[in-house]
């Protein structure tokens, strides 16, 4: 039921993407406290983005969960900026975080609700 999206202006080969993924996938079910077989990390990577006026490296991530706690956002985008900034150097006041707490009733899995 976890979702993260990383959107990035970077490059990575196939061995990188796949370590930062199976990483990402670790530590969001570890951060969540959720089954990592629930877990889904999508990795767009070569994108064409700006910020702040700069084409410099930089990310963009999306977690979505259902019931994620207001009070865990600050420690998850610590996490996850140190994980992004490592995984493709890039500087952490270069990576914005949404986060998303999705209701049980509108997330759909395996033909069904939870």
Request: proline share 3%; aromatic share 8%.
């Amino acid at each position: 039921m976890p979702l993260l999206k990383i959107h990035t202006n970077q490059s990575l080969d196939d061995a990188a993407q796949a370590a930062l993924m199976q990483k990402a996938s670790a530590g969001v079910a570890e951060l969540l406290g959720k089954p990592e077989h629930y877990v889904m990390i999508a990795l767009n990577i070569d994108q064409t983005m700006l910020f702040a006026g700069s084409h410099a490296p930089l990310a963009y991530l999306e977690l979505k969960s259902i019931g994620l706690a207001n009070d865990a956002t600050s420690s998850l985008s610590a996490a996850l900026c140190q994980l992004v900034s490592e995984a493709l150097d890039i500087d952490q006041d270069r990576i914005y975080i949404e986060f998303t707490s999705a209701e049980r009733h509108l997330w759909g899995w395996d033909g069904h609700t939870f």
